[in-house]
């Protein structure tokens, strides 16, 4: 149609659409991007209908998944950068990156949702003489998305071709830094490692780890949601104590600094000397906490708790402790607050080496904090802790000696 204007106004005698055929342009365009979109029926996934803190009664993993919905509204308005969500089957990882491309979509913005192991099929089946799709246009819709949404990775068949197939497309979007989210009931830690280097680089990537779950036994065990132990953070450590003398003074504050660079790039072992009150339990909390607030999985143990866990246990060859020790061996972070006068009793010697060794040996994260003196853990225990390589030593104060036990007098016969 031509609008009916002056002769001087910009439109004369130009040729605009009609309304109607506005709203059908409008209508067949938002069609075309609910295709291309794949969303199918999380259609009705959206932010609205979203769980503000997630199904978890725990408030740490509520405040993780409401930071982690705040990221994701953000995203949709704007898709910058990766977004790694790590957690439990059921937690709400496919709702958010649903209601992303729906919010997108929403927007006439293109984005495209594909669950990993669906993928593989079609890549698979596009090979095929008679295919909808040939695999080089499938492949290549796939790694060119503008957004692209990769649901539930690690629930595929981990064949050479499928995870030779993954870090093709993932390397490709990483090296040409297309937004990207990708949802995994897998902890960080235990992804394939090619593709672990790309969805965990700091550089591209906000990892989320909404929840993981953890066999009841070694759940009872974790300390960390303590309202005591929650408050020790940083922010609330006196480093400038006024009981302190200057020297154990420049101790502590080198504790600090340490703790505080170690909280945030957890690389080998910490191991806190000193005497009971003089800020280990604080100092591992305070770790604790401000890597739990970035989505890490922690397990944060009290020995003597750890212990009775063991004692119970001992020559227990149920599945269920074998997979909560097997868990605790193999935990991203793991904290052993007051490695104590116990030690000296055989069998947890043996028990506290051995989860100890395993991550000596694999190099995993690890903080300890004692009031004893590397002679008192006794020989096996201490060579672990005196290898430099792996363990920063950090004194707050002199560490007690384990006092020998008091020999009875015998009693005099009348």
């Known amino acids: 149609m031509r609008p009916n204007v002056p002769l001087d106004h910009p439109d004369f005698g130009r040729a605009v659409p009609c309304r109607c055929a506005t709203e059908q342009t409008e209508h067949d365009r938002a069609e075309r991007l609910a295709r291309y979109s794949n969303i199918g029926a999380l259609a009705r996934l959206t932010f609205a209908n979203l769980i503000a803190r997630g199904r978890s009664p725990d408030p ?18 704007e898709p910058d950068g990766w977004l790694v969500l790590s957690g439990a ?7 958010i990156a649903a209601a992303v491309v729906n919010r997108i979509v929403e927007r006439g913005q293109p984005a495209l949702f594909m669950v990993v192991p669906d993928l593989l099929d079609h890549l698979r089946a596009a090979y095929e003489p008679n295919a909808e799709m040939g695999y080089d246009e499938l492949f290549e819709r796939v790694r060119n998305a503008p957004v692209l949404v990769l649901d539930d990775l690690g629930a595929q068949s981990a064949t050479p071709w499928a995870q030779e197939k993954l870090f093709q497309l993932i390397n490709h979007r990483f090296n040409t830094r297309l937004p990207t989210i990708v949802t995994t009931n897998l902890p960080p830690d235990q992804v394939n490692d090619r593709l672990r280097t790309r969805l965990m680089d700091a550089a591209t990537a906000r990892v989320y780890v909404l929840e993981q779950r953890r066999h009841g036994e070694l759940r009872s065990l974790d300390v960390l949601d303590h309202p005591l132990i929650r408050e020790m953070t940083f922010e609330r450590f006196d480093v400038r104590g006024a009981h302190l003398s200057s020297e154990d003074r420049r101790y502590v504050e080198n504790a600090y600094r340490q703790a505080i660079a170690f909280a945030e790039k957890p690389d080998g072992w910490l191991l806190f000397m000193g005497p009971h009150g003089a800020g280990k339990t604080h100092l591992a909390a305070a770790i604790a906490n401000y890597r739990q607030a970035r989505g890490e999985p922690i397990v944060f143990m009290k020995v003597p708790k750890l212990l009775e866990f063991l004692r119970r246990r001992f020559g227990d060859d149920s599945t269920s402790s074998f997979e909560a020790f097997e868990e605790m061996e193999n935990t991203p972070l793991l904290i052993l607050d007051d490695l104590d006068s116990q030690t000296s009793i055989g069998w ?25 003196s590397l002679d008192d853990l006794g020989e096996r225990l201490a060579s672990r802790f005196v290898d430099h390589a792996v363990c920063s030593v950090l004194v707050l104060g002199e560490p007690q000696r384990q006092q020998p036990a008091p020999q009875r007098r015998p009693r005099k016969k009348t």
């Open 89 to 95: 089957s059921g937690c709400g990882k496919t709702h």
């Open 60 to 77: 740490r993993s509520q405040e993780i998944y409401r930071r982690c919905v705040d990221d994701a509204r953000a995203f949709a308005e």
């Open 348 to 372: 947890v010697r043996d028990r506290l080496f051995q989860l100890l060794d395993h991550r000596h040996t694999a190099r995993l994260p690890t903080v300890v904090t004692t009031a004893l």
